[in-house]
């Protein structure tokens, strides 16, 4: 029999359940150890009367969240089902939340003594691996197949609106009505060009009735070849939301340039399409860059082979739009419509300053939306896509029609200007075609500048913005398909004054808590997108989002529940993981970090101010605490579960 235990992501699982990061579970009163959690008394393993390759998990503690590791992936669930269609032997480890953190019990194994491939009727198994006694072998996907929205062996699709539509839906399903990428970069030199080894690689699924759910991965990099064999698990107990886990040092098949790109490729691994010959799986991203879906797109070999097997009445193949060039209409009408304290004119000069929040991006075409959409979508500050030069802030573009026709000047050079076919047209003053640069933008890795002698206008309205590119990428067809574009607005001619942004706080909903469990963490949270919020945020928080230079700022006071050591010289912080990305104790070594007021009913001001060159938002991608220094300084008043019992008033939050 085989045994297919799950010590290799027991770690991977403690790592997920213990971050100091804020709360995702209970954390019960009591204190468990490990010989406390066996089979029988913390909890129970059954096989279903009916069918005994179903196994019911039941947990029996209370008061604390349930932490299983299972042949499925990790749950939190108190009673969960497991569906194993093979015969074997399986382990399970159940833990549990403490305050002292999680604490797992020794692996529980049983056996299943048949196989019951009716638990392999859902399509998805045969797609994967080809049908009970048979595999199938996916290659990485190295040009247009006409299949998954793609041209090359990975996308990028928001976390936050994955429809890529405004919808802001976030659960992430197969098919592939329920996604789409923000970005396909096709094959691309500076991410995975046409010749990297990678493009030999190939994983095989198989469905063996006697070794189970086998996988082989053949991994070639420039580093060297990786082969593996090894098992998984295929969860489809929500057929919606297929996850795939692997083991014996496999792992889901990606270029090695992006192994420090996601912390995770082996457990509970999202399948978004599976056909009998497109394979799209998604991975996050988890690097210093921020949370974003990866998609790695496969060809089964046969399809790859030979494309004509394809079914073309296939609604699952998608034949992607012929490019469409952007026209704008009446482009030099357009160009110099001016607004006025909300009236709109046409004149004969328009200005425009380069949009200091999103000063650049790519705008690609999406043969499957038959739309320009954009890429970087805010995300500055990657090693793809750097943070632009300060020196945009100075940069100034004028646009005038004159009798002897249309010029330009910015500020460094000037000439005269051609507006053709929906393009601008740079030219000295003889009228010979000149580079001007718009923006540059230098990283560690890569540097973007966007210059030419002609651009293509991408979008250009008043209310909005004004957007130039010049060809970034060409299709097999020789169409450019993908802008490198400098986004510009026109410079307000009227303005009146501005002030703080305020940010309602509904003080009945903000959490008082101690960070991990842990009553040396004393917090105040108002939003955490991992979990925590079933009653509600206390805050808008699409309201918060904070451009360069801009300051989020909070006042609060401390009503009761807190007595303060004397001589005590505690420190009060925001904590986000944005800006700073810092948690207790060292939190409080952040240079935003300030000094609390101990007397009764002092008022509190903390602040930070966003550095990061680009502006950050917090839906989604990161919570927003605050930290309030009490290790060995104080006593804080505790519920009898566990719980500060502390009152707070939030006077205040502004932007500005």
């Not at 010590?7 to 100091?20: D, E, K, N």
């Not at 944005?578 to 007397?599: K, P």
Request: glycine fraction near 8%; charge should be negative; charged fraction near 20%.
């Amino acid at each position: 029999m085989r045994l297919k235990s799950f010590f290799s992501i027991l770690a991977g699982a403690a790592l997920i359940f213990s971050a100091c990061s804020p709360e995702e579970y209970e954390m019960g009163a009591k204190t468990y150890v490990s010989d406390d959690l066996v089979e029988g008394i913390a909890y129970t393993v059954t096989p279903d009367a009916n069918d005994p390759n179903t196994i019911h998990l039941t947990s029996l503690i209370k008061g604390a969240t349930p932490l299983w590791v299972t042949p499925s992936g990790p749950s939190q669930k108190t009673t969960l089902d497991l569906a194993l269609p093979f015969a074997g032997e399986y382990s399970v480890t159940f833990g549990a939340s403490t305050p002292a953190g999680p604490v797992y019990g020794e692996p529980y194994t049983f056996k299943v003594e048949t196989n019951n491939f009716a638990m392999l009727e859902d399509p998805i198994w045969a797609n994967l691996a080809g049908g009970v006694g048979k595999s199938r072998k996916w290659v990485p996907i190295d040009k247009n197949f006409g299949i998954g929205r793609c041209s090359g062996p990975v996308m990028y699709m928001s976390h936050t609106d994955v429809k890529n539509d405004g919808s802001n839906i976030t659960d992430l399903m197969i098919g592939s009505a329920n996604w789409a990428p923000n970005w396909d970069p096709g094959i691309q030199s500076w991410l995975i060009p046409a010749d990297d080894p990678y493009f030999l690689s190939y994983i095989t699924f198989g469905l063996d009735a006697v070794k189970g759910c086998t996988v082989e991965l053949h991994r070639v990099a420039a580093s060297g070849t990786t082969d593996a064999t090894g098992t998984f698990n295929l969860n489809v107990s929500d057929p919606k939301r297929p996850v795939i886990s692997f083991y014996g040092g496999t792992y889901s098949l990606h270029n090695e340039g992006f192994d420090d790109v996601c912390s995770n490729y082996t457990n509970d691994i999202k399948i978004i399409e599976c056909t009998p010959y497109l394979l799209q799986v998604a991975t996050m991203r988890t690097n210093s860059e921020g949370p974003w879906w990866l998609v790695w797109n496969f060809i089964s070999e046969e399809a790859y082979n030979d494309p004509s097997i394809i079914p073309t009445e296939d609604p699952g193949l998608l034949q992607p739009a012929e490019v469409q060039q952007p026209v704008i209409e009446d482009l030099a009408t357009k160009l110099f419509t001016t607004e006025i304290n909300g009236v709109t004119y046409v004149g004969n000069e328009a200005r425009f300053l380069i949009n200091d929040e999103e000063p650049y991006d790519w705008t690609w075409w999406n043969g499957g939306s038959a739309a320009w959409e954009s890429v970087v979508k805010g995300q500055y500050g990657s090693s793809w896509a750097p943070v632009a030069d300060a020196s945009i802030a100075d940069y100034e573009l004028v646009l005038s029609s004159t009798a002897d026709g249309y010029k330009w000047d910015d500020g460094t050079n000037a000439g005269k200007l051609a507006i053709e076919d929906g393009k601008l047209k740079f030219m000295d003053a003889d009228g010979n075609p000149v580079e001007i640069t718009v923006l540059t933008a230098t990283g560690d890795k890569r540097t973007v500048e966007v210059k030419g002698s002609e651009f293509t206008v991408m979008a250009c309205d008043v209310t909005s913005s004004f957007q130039m590119g010049v060809p970034a990428t060409t299709n097999d067809k020789g169409a450019v398909d993908s802008y490198l574009c400098a986004n510009l607005n026109y410079k307000p001619i009227a303005t009146g004054p501005t002030g703080p942004t305020e940010i309602k706080v509904d003080n009945s909903k903000v959490q008082i808590l101690f960070g991990d469990g842990n009553p040396d963490r004393l917090r105040l949270q108002f939003y955490n997108p991992w979990g925590g919020g079933d009653a509600g945020w206390p805050i808008d928080i699409t309201k918060v989002k904070l451009k360069k230079n801009q300051t989020l700022k909070i006042q609060y006071k401390v009503l009761s529940g807190i007595t303060w050591n004397e001589g005590a010289t505690p420190k009060t912080v925001i904590m986000d993981n944005n800006i700073g990305n810092a948690w207790e104790d060292d939190c409080y070594n952040l240079a935003h970090a300030v000094a609390f007021d101990t007397a009764e009913g002092a008022v509190q001001t903390v602040s930070v101010t966003n550095t990061t060159g680009a502006t950050v938002t917090y839906e989604g991608s990161s919570c927003i605490c605050i930290g309030i220094q009490n290790k060995g300084l104080a006593t804080v008043a505790a519920t009898e579960d566990g719980q500060p019992d502390v009152k707070v008033e939030i006077i205040s939050m502004t932007i500005e």
